[in-house]
């Protein structure tokens, strides 16, 4: 490598600004880093096969344990020998390199932590034929310089391939929000309240017509009319019943007397009853008994004072109660006959119609404006996310890469906001 090319790589030339959309990040990165990626790359291969290389060479080194003869024919020692020899050359055996640079790292760690556990039994062993295991020593120590460049070089050298990493996730996470947003947005497009609004505003000008028309304007003419006419039938009732309640006391005490003090009475009991319940509708010239009831109460004196008084006025009150009567009868059969024109008109059914039908539509319209808000809420939050994406994916370029990176998306939806 010559002067200019350490150079460039030790004290590389700031850049520029530079622009690209998120589609093309992956290669826009790819190409900002290819040298490094092919030497991380290259690298990584030669680490890999050195691995195996020094994996090797231990298993090679354990061969000394296989058949260990020890010196002084203690048996102990070369039984736990050949047993460190079998578990350990099962480790050896069994190790497959993984390919992924973190897998590769951690699996070496856990190999020599593996390797490295070893009893107290064993390690008193070991010490005792250390003089015989140089080579295994040296395996192991050249194994762990392995395993500490190892990390030095995925923590190094090897975090570009990392990066190109993220900026793989980056592109696949944005390009997946893409296609939620324009799902959510589709949906949307289905979703139009224009047609339900306007049918809507259809009816009210149908019921503005009717509310316009003669036929409504005599509709309601007869309402008014049908309104006053129970007015005064209401009116007239009360006054009857104003007559009735003066006499109330003194029903309520002969018609004691007739049931239970044997006071005869002539004329029926049941008009009696019916005045103090003020059921004037099913009565007919209640004067009769009214007259005789006064005459009771006045012989056996089971009335008087005020209450006699007002009694007597209440009588008096009734002699015209069939004036009366038929007054509110008359009032009833007009409001029938109201009732009648009402019912003969069409009008108020078609009004009625067209409310219910606008009712519904309403509801239908409220209905569908809540799923409509609820829709974009979602592309809402979607299109948020997508935007956020972005602008996390253009500070991550900016962070890894020499100069200015401008992700354009991120760029024009930050100038929105």
């Known amino acids: 490598m010559g002067l200019k090319d350490l150079l460039s790589k030790y004290f590389p030339k700031r850049k520029g600004t530079r622009k690209t959309s998120w589609r093309d990040a992956e290669q826009f990165f790819r190409d900002e880093k290819s040298r490094e990626l092919e030497e991380a790359r290259d690298k990584k291969k030669e680490h890999i096969q050195r691995t195996g290389e020094l994996v090797e060479q231990l298993g090679e080194a354990l061969e000394a344990f296989q058949d260990y003869d020890d010196s002084k024919d203690l048996q102990v020692v070369e039984d736990v020998a050949q047993n460190f020899y079998r578990s350990r050359k099962r480790l050896v ?57 190892l990390e030095a070089f995925s923590e190094g050298e090897y975090m570009v391939v990392k990066q190109l990493g993220t900026v793989e996730e980056f592109v696949e996470e944005i390009q997946r929000l893409e296609e939620e947003l324009e799902n959510a947005q589709k949906e949307l497009e289905g979703k139009d309240t224009r047609d339900i609004a306007e049918d809507i505003e259809d009816i009210e000008e149908k019921l503005d017509e009717i509310e316009r028309s003669e036929d409504w304007k005599h509709k309601k003419s007869l309402e008014r009319e049908k309104k006053e006419l129970e007015k005064k039938k209401t009116r007239k009732e009360k006054e009857i019943k104003s007559k009735i309640s003066e006499m109330h006391r003194g029903l309520t005490k002969i018609l004691y007397s007739i049931e239970n003090e044997g006071l005869e009475f002539k004329n029926r009991k049941k008009v009696l009853e019916r005045l103090e319940s003020r059921q004037i509708d099913s009565l007919d010239d209640p004067l009769p008994e009214a007259k005789e009831a006064l005459e009771k109460l006045e012989e056996e004196e089971i009335l008087e004072g005020r ?30 006959d109201v009732e009648d024109g009402l019912e003969g008109l069409e009008i108020g059914e078609k009004k009625d119609e067209l409310r219910q039908r606008k009712k519904r539509l309403e509801d239908d319209l409220e209905e569908k404006k809540d799923e409509v808000r609820s829709l974009e809420e979602t592309r809402n939050e979607k299109e948020l996310e997508f935007d956020r994406r972005i602008r996390e994916l253009q500070h991550f370029l900016n962070s890894v890469m020499r100069g200015t990176v401008i992700v354009e998306e991120a760029g024009e939806k930050g100038e929105e906001k």
């Open 93 to 149: 055996k069994n190790f497959e390199a993984s390919q992924n640079m973190e897998e590769h790292v951690e699996e070496i760690r856990e190999f020599l932590d593996e390797f490295n556990d070893v009893s107290r039994k064993e390690g008193e062993v070991m010490k005792y034929v250390k003089d015989d295991s140089k080579e295994l020593s040296t395996a192991l120590e050249n194994i762990i310089g392995h395993r500490e460049r």
């Open 307 to 336: 209450d006699l008084q007002k009694f007597r006025e209440g009588v008096k009150g009734l002699e015209n109660f069939e004036e009366l009567k038929d007054e509110v009868t008359e009032f009833e059969n007009q409001i029938e």
